[in-house]
């Protein structure tokens, strides 16, 4: 949201009100329609980074959100998966291989906001919604056994809406003001994003591997057809995530392959527009797994069982849970 689209919110409300075409009970506060315009344009929901960036990890997932400041609350469900596809190709360097990258994700967002921080619309409530379809293609490059490196180019759609219930005469007329624009609005984006993983790889006694990965990723979004003028659905950010990762194979066996447990700690440094969105740069979330191990690629998966995360943040916090999915093609 520029200083521009809220200088024009404000015009607009005075031109109406002189005009005599909305009552004088809607008369504001200068500062609770700041408050008001704050929120619209912190639409966490509306960020087609939301999905990559909180999503959980790779299989099918669900994580649940809730924000300090004013309880409002977030939801993602997410289907989807990353793995490399055959046998390593050597590159005529020596020691150097490559195989290709392939992934996918499909994912639903949804959240609720009850205005409780907007005095003019207290007592009325309005959900949010995005579905997103995202694919990535890339190539590892294991420059040793345990190091590599895996840059990948990725594209996300989605559509963003919302439903607005008023429930106040003042919120009413409001709706009807700005249908479309601030109320009951939807939009369509599509998401560039360029990405680099570096990996180092390390296995103890067989049975004992630790893992540490850093991804950067940037998002450049473009904005295809909005119906509000004044939710700027265009932007760049990104995210720098650093994690430790514990993999333990357990002596027990079920359905002849190895169990698995273990986790990992990380921590996602975000910039750009998805920061100013949750109104912080830094999130860390905890991990922990009970996995089939040591699959072989049946059904082009290299393990399956069960995930489940604490996700923490200065201005929110959040859990998910659900299938951990590795692929092996």
């Given at each position: 949201?520029?200083?521009?689209?809220?200088?024009?919110?404000?015009?607009?409300l005075a031109v109406a009100l002189?005009?005599?075409?909305?009552?004088?009970?809607?008369?504001?506060?200068?500062?609770?329609?700041?408050?008001?315009?704050?929120?619209?344009?912190?639409?966490?929901?509306?960020?087609?980074?939301?999905?990559?960036?909180?999503?959980?990890?790779?299989?099918?997932?669900?994580?649940?959100?809730?924000?300090?400041?004013?309880?409002?609350?977030?939801?993602?469900?997410?289907?989807?998966?990353?793995?490399?596809?055959?046998?390593?190709?050597?590159?005529?360097?020596?020691?150097?291989?490559?195989?290709?990258?392939?992934?996918?994700?499909?994912?639903?967002?949804?959240?609720?906001?009850?205005?409780?921080?907007?005095?003019?619309?207290?007592?009325?409530?309005?959900?949010?919604?995005?579905?997103?379809?995202?694919?990535?293609?890339?190539?590892?490059?294991?420059?040793?056994?345990?190091?590599?490196?895996?840059?990948?180019?990725?594209?996300?759609?989605?559509?963003?809406?919302?439903?607005?219930?008023?429930?106040?005469?003042?919120?009413?007329?409001?709706?009807?003001?700005?249908?479309?624009?601030?109320?009951?609005?939807?939009?369509?984006?599509?998401?560039?994003?360029?990405?680099?993983?570096?990996?180092?790889?390390?296995?103890?006694?067989?049975?004992?591997?630790?893992?540490?990965?850093?991804?950067?990723?940037?998002?450049?979004?473009?904005?295809?057809?909005?119906?509000?003028?004044?939710?700027?659905?265009?932007?760049?950010?990104?995210?720098?995530?650093?994690?430790?990762?514990?993999?333990?194979?357990?002596?027990?066996?079920?359905?002849?392959?190895?169990?698995?447990?273990?986790?990992?700690?990380?921590?996602?440094?975000?910039?750009?527009?998805?920061r100013e969105v949750i109104q912080?740069?830094?999130?860390?979330?905890?991990?922990?797994?009970?996995?089939?191990?040591?699959?072989?690629?049946?059904?082009?998966?290299?393990?399956?069982?069960?995930?489940?995360?604490?996700?923490?943040?200065?201005?929110?916090?959040?859990?998910?849970?659900?299938?951990?999915?590795?692929?092996?093609?």
């Amino acid at each position: 949201m520029t200083f521009v689209s809220r200088c024009q919110i404000v015009l607009q409300l005075a031109v109406a009100l002189l005009s005599g075409s909305v009552t004088t009970a809607l008369a504001v506060d200068p500062a609770e329609l700041a408050t008001f315009i704050r929120d619209f344009s912190r639409l966490t929901v509306a960020r087609s980074e939301t999905l990559a960036i909180m999503g959980g990890d790779d299989g099918f997932s669900s994580g649940f959100y809730t924000f300090y400041a004013d309880d409002s609350s977030l939801s993602i469900t997410k289907f989807g998966g990353k793995g490399v596809i055959g046998k390593p190709h050597r590159t005529g360097v020596s020691g150097i291989t490559w195989q290709p990258i392939l992934g996918g994700t499909v994912g639903y967002i949804s959240g609720k906001n009850e205005f409780k921080l907007t005095p003019l619309l207290a007592g009325n409530t309005e959900t949010f919604y995005t579905i997103a379809l995202g694919g990535e293609a890339g190539v590892k490059l294991s420059l040793t056994d345990e190091i590599s490196i895996a840059p990948t180019i990725g594209l996300l759609y989605s559509y963003a809406g919302s439903s607005f219930s008023p429930r106040t005469a003042q919120a009413s007329e409001l709706k009807q003001l700005y249908a479309k624009q601030l109320f009951d609005w939807d939009a369509q984006t599509i998401s560039f994003s360029p990405a680099v993983e570096a990996k180092y790889e390390k296995v103890y006694a067989k049975d004992m591997k630790f893992t540490f990965s850093s991804r950067y990723a940037w998002f450049n979004t473009w904005e295809i057809v909005s119906s509000s003028r004044y939710l700027d659905g265009e932007g760049s950010s990104s995210s720098w995530e650093n994690k430790i990762d514990l993999d333990l194979r357990l002596p027990v066996k079920l359905l002849g392959f190895p169990l698995h447990t273990g986790g990992y700690v990380s921590l996602d440094l975000v910039g750009g527009n998805f920061r100013e969105v949750i109104q912080t740069n830094a999130i860390y979330t905890f991990n922990g797994r009970l996995v089939l191990g040591d699959l072989g690629g049946l059904w082009n998966l290299d393990w399956l069982g069960l995930g489940l995360s604490y996700i923490k943040a200065s201005t929110f916090y959040g859990y998910s849970v659900g299938l951990d999915v590795r692929l092996k093609f």
